[in-house]
């Protein structure tokens, strides 16, 4: 199964829950397979699946558990979903959602967009402002806009991906996770009280956390860029 949904928005602590309940296991984050992301995205489904499918089952078989359902939470995973989905046909996938405000937050602290971050990260794709695959504008236009604004494109981004398949994906709200137990359990086929216990654990004080960390300028930002997005999920 897959857990997608944008950086920062609890897919970790998701999967660790359903990786916890007996015939799952967590794979966390599949480096391989972020690694070849940008190349999957632009290919046709059946061509992607394949790849995907490759990619995974060589990961499951070195970690020797082919006898269990994985539970894959790589985030970028939400511009493949469609491909993931056709690579296994009877796999499910979860999309959590976070307040965008909030998101942007903890990306501004990671610092992983913003324009003086160097290096790269466990995929070897680069941070700071060079425009990612998902990027729907040009580069010298992407690398221009705010710290905020860019984080706020990446929600933006992921979000919008991961709901292009809302008739196969359950979504559940990162800040309602602990009561969304049962309709997750319901449509992977599991038992709830496991997951419940796993999802019980749930304490995150930094919901609503944009109200003291972001600035009027970098709400501004925010609204310019995925107002419309919050307003229709209902967090603005």
């Given at each position: 199964?897959?857990?997608?949904?944008?950086?920062?928005?609890?897919?970790?602590?998701?999967?660790?829950?359903?990786?916890?309940?007996?015939?799952?296991?967590?794979?966390?984050?599949?480096?391989?397979?972020?690694?070849?992301?940008?190349?999957?995205?632009?290919?046709?489904?059946?061509?992607?699946?394949?790849?995907?499918?490759?990619?995974?089952?060589?990961?499951?078989?070195?970690?020797?558990?082919?006898?269990l359902?994985?539970?894959?939470?790589?985030?970028?995973?939400?511009?493949?979903?469609?491909?993931?989905?056709?690579?296994?046909?009877?796999a499910?996938?979860?999309?959590?959602?976070?307040?965008?405000?909030?998101?942007?937050?903890?990306?501004?602290?990671?610092?992983?967009?913003?324009?003086?971050?160097?290096?790269?990260?466990d995929?070897?794709h680069?941070?700071?402002?060079?425009?990612?695959?998902?990027?729907?504008?040009?580069?010298?236009?992407?690398?221009?806009?705010?710290?905020?604004?860019?984080?706020?494109?990446?929600?933006?981004?992921?979000?919008?991906?991961?709901?292009?398949?809302?008739?196969?994906?359950?979504?559940?709200?990162?800040?309602?996770?602990?009561?969304?137990?049962?309709?997750?359990a319901?449509?992977?086929?599991?038992?709830?009280?496991?997951?419940?216990?796993?999802?019980?654990?749930?304490?995150?004080?930094?919901?609503?956390?944009?109200?003291?960390?972001l600035?009027?300028?970098?709400?501004?930002?925010?609204?310019?860029?995925?107002?419309?997005?919050?307003?229709?999920?209902?967090?603005?």
């Open positions: 199964m897959f857990v997608v949904g944008a950086p920062r928005s609890g897919t970790t602590f998701l999967a660790d829950a359903i990786g916890r309940v007996p015939g799952f296991v967590d794979l966390t984050e599949v480096t391989p397979l972020k690694a070849a992301i940008p190349e999957l995205a632009p290919l046709a489904d059946d061509e992607a699946a394949r790849r995907i499918r490759s990619i995974l089952e060589r990961v499951r078989l070195l970690a020797l558990v082919r006898g359902r994985g539970v894959e939470q790589t985030p970028e995973t939400s511009f493949v979903l469609s491909a993931a989905l056709r690579a296994y046909p009877h499910r996938a979860v999309h959590v959602v976070r307040d965008g405000r909030d998101v942007v937050s903890s990306l501004l602290e990671r610092g992983w967009l913003s324009r003086h971050r160097s290096g790269r990260d995929a070897r680069p941070y700071g402002p060079s425009p990612r695959f998902w990027v729907d504008k040009g580069a010298a236009e992407f690398a221009r806009e705010s710290d905020a604004a860019r984080a706020a494109l990446a929600w933006r981004a992921y979000v919008c991906a991961a709901r292009s398949l809302r008739d196969q994906v359950c979504e559940v709200r990162y800040e309602e996770l602990p009561s969304a137990a049962a309709r997750i319901q449509h992977l086929g599991a038992d709830t009280a496991p997951l419940a216990a796993a999802l019980g654990h749930f304490r995150d004080a930094s919901v609503g956390r944009f109200e003291r960390d600035s009027p300028t970098q709400l501004a930002d925010v609204e310019r860029v995925a107002g419309p997005l919050l307003r229709e999920l209902g967090y603005a």
